[in-house]
């Protein structure tokens, strides 16, 4: 019987993540199957029940249960406790896991800048902003700000870190090293044509972060690199949180440049 495994959300649009580890599964001849799984919050318990009894090997967890999903879990990473959210739920022998693979993601995904920058702003204040203040966090990067709409949301999240919290109208006034934009500004649809930051007051070897992944570049990100300077698509992010996701659940890795393209053909379509 082939393993199990499969993604939780509701509600659960279109997901690269069954196409990135179906593939991997294939690729490696490991005898398993990720699926889609719809699942509303109020069949939240008895779902989690089920993992610990049918048994399901692995969970990717999405909105709305990132948070909730924790109260069934025997272990959580220190990583995933100070994000306060889990999207990854693995076995470790016979106790279940959760950890967070976004921050990993984040991590990877600037792995490669050198020098490290020195300050970074981080834009939102939501989910996907904890894991980016908490991946700076991790990789040394000495100042970190996060800045948000509505204040009282980066006030909260800036003091749950202890980084510091920048006004939204001020976002463009200091000379950051490392802009990232965890809103989805930009994004597919009625925001596509929105930027969170002026590429024009980005500093010379400032580099331009985006979380959002659809469209592949955004504005944000199509502007920072006319201006010159470096950018990094959110996909990376996305293909680092599963690659890591993958080796959680099998111990294998999953070939990094296939998977790249696996994702880029499926957003190219
Ligand atoms: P979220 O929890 O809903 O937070 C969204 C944040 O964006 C909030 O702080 C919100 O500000 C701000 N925002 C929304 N609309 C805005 C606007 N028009 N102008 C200014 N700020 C605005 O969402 P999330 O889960 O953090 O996701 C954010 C983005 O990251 C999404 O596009 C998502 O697809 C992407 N994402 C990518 C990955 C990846 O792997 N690459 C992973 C996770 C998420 P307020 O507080 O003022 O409402």
């Known amino acids: ?20 580890h179906n593939h991997g599964f294939e690729r490696l001849g490991i005898d398993a199957y990720y699926e889609a799984w719809p699942l509303e919050p ?3 318990p008895a779902f989690m029940q089920r993992v610990r009894t049918v048994p399901i090997h692995g969970l990717s967890v999405t909105i709305p249960h990132k948070r909730a999903v924790m109260a069934f879990l025997d272990e ?21 896991c959760g950890e967070n693979t976004d921050v990993i993601g984040v991590v990877a995904s600037l792995r490669t800048l050198d020098p490290l920058p020195r300050s970074a702003v981080v834009l939102g204040a939501g989910g996907a902003a904890r894991a980016a203040v ?3 966090l991790e ?16 006030d ?6 202890g980084v510091e919290c920048v006004e939204w109208s001020a976002r463009m006034d200091s000379p950051w090293d490392l802009v990232c934009n965890a809103t989805p500004l930009g994004m597919a649809g009625s925001l596509e044509g929105q930027t969170p930051f002026d590429a024009a007051r980005l500093t ?32 990376e992010m996305f293909l680092h949180q ?18 790249r393209q696996l994702l880029l053909s499926a957003l190219r379509q």
């Not at 909260?156 to 870190?161: C, R, S, V, W």
């Not at 599963?242 to 998977?259: I, K, P, S, V």
């Open 139 to 154: 990789l040394g990067i000495p100042r970190v700000a996060v800045s948000n709409r509505t204040r009282s949301k980066a």
């Open 1 to 20: 019987m082939p393993r199990s495994y499969g993604i939780i959300g509701w509600p659960l649009g279109h997901t690269m993540s069954p196409a990135l």
């Open 242 to 259: 599963g690659l890591a996701q993958f080796r959680l659940w099998t111990g294998r890795e999953m070939d990094e440049a296939e998977a």
């Open 76 to 96: 959580i990473s220190d990583r995933a406790e100070a994000v306060g959210a889990v999207n990854t739920v693995y076995w470790d022998k016979d106790r279940l």
């Open 204 to 235: 010379e070897n400032a580099v331009a972060f985006d979380i959002v992944y659809n469209p592949l570049e955004t504005r944000f990100l199509a502007e920072a690199r006319a201006a010159g300077r470096r950018t990094i698509s959110g996909l």
């Open 42 to 44: 109020k069949d939240l």
């Open 156 to 161: 909260a999240l800036a003091a749950d870190f």
């Open 134 to 136: 908490a991946g700076f």
